[in-house]
């Protein structure tokens, strides 16, 4: 182990265990910034599960909004 990574450890031990989440924190956006991928990575979301499916007065909102406004009910 070099000096250098002695001395980052010893400076981790000596942090209050309240405070380590923000440490982490720090060090996890280091990583970000260096391009070091992280250990676990997060499995991708599937948003199509969210999307509804077009119905005709979706397709059709412009004229929708049209009629409602010559019919005066907007």
Known sequence: MTA???E???????IPEDKLSFVIQI???VNGL???PER??????ELDQ?????TERGQNA??????LRDNDRI
């Open 4 to 6: 250098i990574r002695q």
């Open 34 to 36: 260096i391009g070091m």
């Open 40 to 45: 676990s990575e997060k499995k991708a979301m």
């Open 62 to 67: 412009d004229q929708y909004i049209r009629e």
């Open 27 to 29: 060090m996890q956006g």
């Open 50 to 54: 969210f999307v509804m499916e077009a």
């Open 8 to 14: 980052a450890m010893q400076m981790l031990e000596r």
